[in-house]
């Protein structure tokens, strides 16, 4: 047993959830008690999905135990059979399912229907989401996939993207126009978009392209294997790593890449001279492998940042996240405890944490401003908008997402100034963020706007048409030229401000 309140990927069969979602033309029929319908939520409200998805369940409840399960859902596989047609079933159990063993895979296939029916070994107590999504998609691929003759031109497949993907939707798109660029078709996209016939059609591609490894690596190698395509090892997230695919791809194909960049904006972005406020800005990252991979490299050569942490969950990918962090000289924390990631990031105290949602959550409570890089997501990170993470676009996306939380340069600057300004002090966040209510850091000293014409502890007093003046100051610099000219006052024996004094004030303090 293991107390845990917030967990990052859910147990496997919602990984192949993912899967059966992603495709068309393909049914799930998932043993499962009656509660687990939750997981519907998960596509029809976090990604707004239009339709259920294609799963049915056997809902059974605590009376059925005593009767027959297995009854159920061999029932459940028929209805859904008749109802939906679909071109092949997908049957496995959730962990409740999984207790009382009734086989899901070898029931469906006594019942002789004529489509494919492929059963998955989900082990729901040892393996988690992301396994759930490789497995399942290893285990259609290999049912469905088989060595056919290569297309004419040069075509690649995508694997990896999902149903409940971050930014798999625009990623693909982006991917697909920058192979396009390139003279490569692409082949089939799979799981997301494919259909079952599809996939028979996957051994037709000269490579592939291994978008995700989390969810298609052991689709990929399987290809390899069977059908002698070779797959693409670098996610091309981040402008470095989008390079570096191009070159893998022109090396797996014999082509020259004619690549047009001029849409491409981070470079200079991060070059001008506005970004210099970033150099060596501490950030912790963690999320998936995959993505923490390629925010590592961005942070590090693309946006000038410190990274003084690395980290994941999904121990799948813990090898390399490890191999990582010992090349940049940095600890690698491989766990899916959120606690012991809020200890760490406490302990490094950085300045930034590009995360998950999770470590959004621990960012708000340790005050430091986060970026969302990877899943687990709310809802907000399926955006309406155009937000890729791939290729070009997908770099311009990055840097704007990770330099938002950020306070701007003139703001850091002016809070280092004026440390005990009520407006720009240590706790008062960026103000293009809105909501955060200005502390007063001296609760007796007025605040010119609530209290005009109000006298300060020496007794000096604003006269109305000074007041008005002080308010023609821009917001960010007004207490500090407030408290100049009181100081400038309280020391000449000066009671009452005019509009003199405070310009007095301001030529004495310009010297
Ligand atoms: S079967 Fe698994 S997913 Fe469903 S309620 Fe139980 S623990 Fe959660």
Excluded at 123 to 128: A, H, M, N
Excluded at 242 to 261: C, H, M, N, W
Excluded at 307 to 315: A, F, K
Aim: hydrophobic share 40%.
């Amino acid at each position: 047993m293991k107390l845990t309140v917030w967990t990052y990927e859910g147990p496997p069969h919602i990984g192949a959830m993912r899967v059966a979602t992603g495709m068309k033309g393909l049914h799930y029929v998932l043993h499962a008690p009656q509660g687990d319908t939750y997981a519907d939520l998960l596509f029809t409200m976090i990604e707004r999905r239009d339709h259920r998805p294609p799963v049915s369940y056997t809902t059974f409840q605590a009376r059925d135990l005593g009767s027959d399960t297995a009854d159920l859902f061999k029932q459940s596989c028929r209805d859904a059979y008749e109802r939906f047609k679909p071109e092949a079933i997908i049957v496995g159990a959730s962990c409740t399912a999984e207790l009382i063993q009734d086989d899901p895979g070898g029931l469906a296939e006594t019942m002789g229907l004529p489509i494919p029916v492929i059963p998955l070994e989900l082990p729901s107590y040892q393996r988690k989401e992301n396994f759930g999504c490789d497995e399942t998609f290893f285990q259609l691929v290999r049912a469905l996939a088989k060595p056919i003759e290569r297309t004419q031109r040069i075509s690649c497949n995508i694997l990896g993207p999902t149903g409940l993907g971050f930014r798999h939707r625009d990623d693909v798109q982006e991917l697909t126009a920058l192979l396009y660029d390139l003279g490569i078709e692409v082949n089939v996209v799979a799981p997301m978009g494919a259909t079952p016939t599809g996939l028979t059609r996957l051994g037709a591609a000269h490579f592939n392209v291994l978008l995700y490894p989390e969810t298609a690596e052991a689709a990929a190698r399987y290809l390899e294997r069977e059908c002698g395509q070779p797959y693409t090892k670098t996610v091309p997230i981040g402008v470095g790593a989008t390079r570096d695919f191009i070159a893998e791809v022109a090396k797996l194909t014999g082509i020259t890449p004619e690549v047009d960049e001029s849409r491409l904006r981070l470079p200079w972005w991060s070059k001008s001279v506005d970004s210099t406020y970033l150099t060596g800005k501490r950030v912790f990252i963690f999320g998936d492998g995959t993505h923490v991979r390629a925010a590592t490299r961005v942070a590090r050569e693309e946006m000038g940042f410190e990274v003084v942490g690395i980290g994941c969950y999904n121990r799948e990918m813990a090898r390399d996240i490890r191999g990582l962090a010992k090349e940049i000289g940095v600890e690698a924390l491989i766990t899916d405890d959120y606690l012991e990631v809020e200890q760490t990031i406490e302990a490094l105290a950085p300045e930034m944490i590009l995360g998950t949602q999770m470590e959004r959550h621990i960012g708000k409570r340790l005050g430091i401003p986060c970026a969302v890089i990877s899943a687990p997501v709310h809802v907000q990170d399926f955006p309406a908008r155009y937000s890729p993470q791939v290729g070009f676009e997908g770099a311009n996306v990055l840097f704007d997402t990770w330099i938002h939380p950020l306070v701007m340069g003139l703001e850091e600057h002016l809070l280092a100034m004026f440390r005990e300004d009520f407006e720009f002090h240590d706790a008062a966040g960026p103000s293009h963020h809105g909501g955060h209510a200005p502390k007063a850091i001296h609760a007796d000293e007025p605040v010119v706007e609530q209290t005009p014409a109000a006298a300060n502890d020496d007794n000096v007093i604003w006269l109305a048409p000074a007041e008005k003046e002080l308010k023609k100051i821009p917001f960010f610099v007004r207490g500090k030229a407030k408290r100049n000219t009181e100081k400038y006052a309280a020391e000449r024996g000066v009671h009452e401000i005019s509009v003199d004094t405070l310009y007095e004030a301001k030529a004495h303090y310009a010297r």
